[in-house]
């Protein structure tokens, strides 16, 4: 079982930029397949997919990201970086990352795709 833990969290002003992290407890074998997402759920609001990434490399953003956020993996540690550029007060919230077993091209945005899930890190962005 893989676990998923998120960290690098924390308040900044708006424009600036912010690198989270989701650590997976567990080596995946070199022959295993998968996607790990990132959500953001905002205060009062349903949460939405961010970002995506396939264990070969392909990765997948919503069009409200596109261009300010950017994933990226480190296979021999495990831990996948999500960055966000410029971000806005209306980023506020927390940010979740998701694990689903089996490669997607492109990898699922919908929370429904994924079956593990860390613990979330809060994000507070202010004007």
């Known amino acids: 079982q893989v676990e998923l833990v998120e960290s690098g969290g924390g308040s900044l002003q708006a424009g600036g930029s912010l690198r989270l992290s989701c650590a997976a407890t567990?080596?995946?074998?070199?022959?295993?397949?998968?996607?790990v997402g990132w959500f953001l759920q905002a205060p009062g609001k349903e949460r939405e997919g961010v970002a995506a990434?396939?264990?070969?490399?392909?990765?997948n953003y919503a069009d409200s990201v596109k261009g300010r956020f950017t994933v990226s993996q480190d296979k021999s540690n495990n831990i996948f970086y999500p960055q966000r550029d410029n971000l806005k007060p209306e980023r506020t919230g927390m940010y979740y990352c998701?694990?689903?077993?089996?490669?997607?091209?492109?990898?699922?945005?919908?929370?429904?795709?994924?079956?593990?899930w860390g613990q979330g890190t809060r994000v507070t962005v202010s004007s």
């Open positions: 998701a694990w689903k077993w089996g490669g997607w091209k492109p990898p699922p945005l919908t929370d429904s795709s994924y079956h593990l």
């Open positions: 567990r080596s995946p074998s070199r022959y295993t397949y998968y996607c």
């Open positions: 990434l396939d264990s070969n490399g392909p990765t």
